[in-house]
């Protein structure tokens, strides 16, 4: 499945939480969670572009299914 170009860093951080993940701090406009060893780090813009989002998805070991079920 192609990854989405429109997602913006506030709905990634909803989907995470929702998969369980833990917020844990903020450093500048970044929001690190964190669940069992997985640290995923997710920037907060106004859209995430593809490469970021493939790296956010590859920390927190999840498909784009399950970031879009989530969503």
């Not at 192609?2 to 500048?28: I, M």
């Amino acid at each position: 499945m192609k990854l989405p170009r429109d997602l913006s860093g506030d709905e990634v951080c909803r989907a995470l939480k929702r998969l369980g993940f833990e917020f844990v701090r903020q450093t500048g406009s970044h929001r690190h969670y964190v669940k069992d060893s997985l640290h995923p780090c997710v920037p907060m813009h106004c859209e995430i572009k593809p490469k970021t989002l493939q790296s956010i998805l590859k920390q927190a070991e999840i498909t784009v299914e399950e970031l879009l079920d989530k969503l």
